[in-house]
């Protein structure tokens, strides 16, 4: 995989910019943030922005990375520079990965399979949302043989787990990603203020309306929630919705009234607080894959994780939109990296916004880092080719920032020198 390296992505910036032709994404991120925001509708931007309670995790993702600061040393040669690095066997261009989003139809119309078009071009893993809006197959179609993961949401059905970790390995995934933070939905005042919940029209349920054991559950009898059902424009609106969106003949969905059996199936099952470690036995047993936990940010459980034989542990807070309060992913890394002890990969995200956060976690003992909502707003303004011009951006970020601290290769960002200004 050719990739464009920094100097060569930075001179092109400058001369097409000397000939009147400027880049289409911001390269600064509240100014990609602020042009997503006029793209987006109202609800899309209230779920992707948002956060949990009074956002003050999600403002914590980010004050922590100023509290550490990059020491640069001189005189170090760095003319050759690579950031090629290992994941689970696999060889990567960079140590950076696009963590799991559902429901990205709301951003784009192409949504989950134009990340993975420009992921699967760059050679960068995609971890497919279990709630996605595109089914992992098609998404796997294309990407060729680019590295992707599945992102399990442990559902009441266990027939339906086994179902998915086994579309997961045939689909090409590299391992299986454990979200261990959402057996509940957090309280999120900017959906809550909009009463808006995607799922409920039908959007980024794709893996489940695609999947057999699913549709098999659908026939089941729904013991129903008593809520009174109240016909209005906004109903129709979102039975309309539902309908579209389940696979197969409009007209047939709606005599049938798939489209809202399906959601419907979907809000019965689709998650189980009471999972706990003991059930990780299960997930072994049913697939050989590499078993990663998301959501992990106590060192007690990373120790617990390793006890348990699982082979990555992924520090995340999903973005401060679970626990509002919560500390930051990288105040955790540290002590998570201190129990971990190189034995197994250690992946991160939450809050980051440009190549000197990578450098920052990487340095701090991260094996890779996730891009949350920056590929967010990315796909919002230039779909596939968006999410392409942020991950060169940010390569070519991470690269500069590297070769000008004084390293040449992710190994020696490991060694890099940073302080803890608190
Ligand atoms: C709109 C949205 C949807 C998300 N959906 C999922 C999901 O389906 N599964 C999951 O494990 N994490 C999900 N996450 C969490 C991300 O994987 C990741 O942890 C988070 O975006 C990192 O924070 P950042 O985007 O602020 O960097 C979602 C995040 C956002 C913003």
């Not at 032709?21 to 992707?48: G, I, S």
């Not at 590299?174 to 979200?179: A, E, K």
């Not at 409920?200 to 729904?222: C, H, K, N």
């Not at 919002?380 to 920032?401: I, K, R």
Request: with cysteine; charged share 20%.
């Amino acid at each position: 995989m050719q990739l464009i390296n920094a100097l060569d992505r930075q001179r092109s910036v400058y001369l097409q910019g000397a000939s009147g032709t400027l880049q289409k994404l911001p390269f600064d991120f509240e100014d990609l943030e602020k042009r997503a925001q006029q793209q987006m509708h109202p609800k899309a931007w209230a779920y992707v922005a948002g956060g949990a309670g009074q956002e003050d995790t999600m403002q914590a993702n980010r004050t922590e990375f100023a509290r550490w600061r990059i020491v640069p040393r001189m005189l170090r040669d760095v003319e050759s520079r690579t950031l090629g690095t290992q994941l689970f066997g696999l060889e990567l261009p960079v140590p950076f990965f696009l963590a799991p989003i559902g429901v990205l139809e709301m951003v784009h119309p192409e949504a989950d399979r134009a990340v993975a078009q420009a992921a699967g071009a760059m050679g960068i893993p995609y971890l497919f949302s279990n709630q996605a809006s595109v089914p992992m197959e098609i998404c796997a179609a294309a990407m060729g043989n680019s590295p992707r993961f599945f992102q399990l949401y442990w559902s009441k059905s266990d027939e339906l787990v086994v179902s998915f970790l086994q579309r997961a390995k045939a689909a090409g995934c590299s391992g299986i990603v454990v979200t261990l933070d959402t057996t509940m939905l957090g309280w999120r005042p900017r959906d809550l203020d909009l009463a808006s919940l995607p799922f409920l029209s039908g959007m980024g349920i794709a893996q489940y309306t695609s999947d057999p054991v699913f549709r098999q559950i659908m026939e089941e009898p729904d013991p129903g929630t008593g809520a009174p059902t109240t016909i209005s424009w906004e109903s129709i609106r979102t039975l309309i919705g539902a309908t579209r969106r389940f696979p197969g003949s409009f007209w047939k969905n709606l005599r049938s009234n798939a489209g809202i059996n399906a959601v419907r199936t979907f809000i019965r099952i689709y998650s189980r607080p009471n999972i706990t470690w003991k059930d990780l036995h299960f997930l072994r047993q049913h697939t050989d894959l590499p078993i990663i936990l998301k959501g992990i940010l106590h060192p007690d459980d990373a120790r617990k994780a390793l006890d348990y034989g699982v082979d990555g542990i992924y520090i995340s807070n999903h973005g401060g939109r679970q626990v509002d309060g919560a500390i930051s992913a990288l105040e955790a890394l540290p002590g998570i990296v201190e129990v971990v002890r190189n034995k197994v990969p250690v992946l991160i995200d939450s809050g980051f916004r440009g190549g000197a956060d990578a450098f920052k976690a990487l340095a701090l003992g991260a094996t890779a880092v996730g891009i949350g909502r920056p590929y967010c707003y990315a796909l919002a303004l230039n779909g596939a080719a968006g999410v392409a011009e942020l991950l060169n951006n940010w390569m070519a970020d991470l690269e500069l920032t590297m070769g000008l601290a004084g390293c040449k290769s992710v190994d020696e960002i490991k060694t890099a020198t940073l302080i803890n200004t608190y």
